[in-house]
């Protein structure tokens, strides 16, 4: 039986981060929100008073009699089952840490057009977002990007871990698109400070599997309703 | 040899969430920043570039050789350790899933005050702030809330999962301390609409062991450097 994948059909947003995985590992999924009556069947599942552990938010994957929600959770699940984690429990935990820390930066990166509240409209904070992503630009983003530079500046780390791809690297090339898309002038920047950051991104964006998703009208394009927004007024001059 | 938690030693943070389930776990640990000459071995920790496993930020957890960061990452490394999730995979997934939800109320609730920037001043954004939290309180908070009311108004439902603590139920009491410490005004109309949250969150402070935790002097009290903070210039009127 494939996975059911619930997300907001017309976004990558977090649901993205699921999508890679199910991609690389070549697991057989439906994106039901994608699919002919799947929101219909999405907003069912959510308001299941029913359901044994009803989800907060998208993403949910079901899988045979498993609901499971919350990104980092979904690959928690995912990672072992394809073969996207270590075996040994340290190395999960190390990845799960990973995935975690990416969430943040999602998070934060999120943040940078909506800094008051997610449930009003840009152009009611915009002046908050102008000042929000220039601290965003300046400090977050290198620090993070940093960060994963280091790691990958280790011996021989072509991956996050060890010389294998896990589900955080998957994630974090997603990091690497969003912030181009996004932020195209202060990636040119950002790029030439963490060389071994972008090559990482090109690496995973070249497997075969990625390649081929990538290519697919599967992978939405990035648009101004996702996490990853590109504001001209907001990006470094 | 017990465990050693590194955080920050003046607040409650996001640290708070693993002393509460070491101390209901009685567990030996270590809260090494609040011993004398810790805050160096902290710092050490945290620029030691050979580290197989480099923490991004506190809370990190080293249990023998291991060195693990990101609270949700280290309550599911305590949690089948000491009791404090199900047996099941599904019920494990089911607790990082709550657990993840409620990081994310945290990471809301700290925004409040900081909605520009987590690296700005308070009153350099006390303007935003205001907004902010008005926001959060009338939307994000009752949304939150909400969800966890009715898990609690399921039939029998003691704790979030079935008849037993784990570890997300000492998270959630800590977010009813936080919010109440915060937003007292806020919080008791929130507490009106939300009775079974605010008889969850009793019930776990009644713990025994919870009980001597928070009466002892290993409880940090909150001040106006944590999560929780009591702006009353941002609490509702």
Tied chains: 1, 2.
Excluded: C
Excluded at 201 to 211: D, G, M, Q
Aim: net charge positive.
């Amino acid at each position: 039986m494939p996975y059911e994948l619930y997300y907001w059909p017309s976004i990558q947003g977090r649901g993205e981060f699921i999508r890679l995985a199910l991609e690389e590992a070549g697991a057989a999924y439906v994106d039901v929100a994608r699919e002919s009556g799947g929101m219909p069947k999405m907003m069912k599942l959510m308001q299941d008073r029913g359901l044994a552990t009803p989800p907060y938010a998208p993403p949910i994957l079901k899988s045979g009699k498993l609901v499971i929600a919350q990104t980092a959770n979904i690959l928690l699940y995912l990672g072992p089952r394809h073969d996207l984690v270590p075996k040994a429990e340290a190395g999960r935990l190390w990845a799960h840490q990973l995935q975690l820390t990416i969430a943040d930066l999602v998070k934060e990166a999120h943040d940078t057009h909506h800094p008051v509240a997610s449930g009003l409209y840009y152009d009611e904070q915009k002046k908050e977002a102008k000042k929000a992503t220039e601290q965003f630009l300046d400090t977050r983003a290198p620090k993070y990007l940093g960060y994963f530079e280091r790691l990958l500046d280790r011996k021989n780390a072509r991956f996050l871990i060890g010389g294998r791809v896990t589900y955080p690297d998957l994630s974090l090339f997603q990091i690497v698109e969003g912030m181009t898309y996004a932020f195209p002038n202060a990636m040119k920047k950002l790029a030439r400070r963490h060389p071994k950051v972008m090559a990482h991104a090109e690496r995973i964006a070249a497997r075969p599997r990625i390649k081929a998703y990538l290519a697919s009208d599967r992978r939405i394009p990035f648009n101004e309703d996702g996490i990853f927004r590109h504001y001209p007024e907001l990006d470094a001059r």
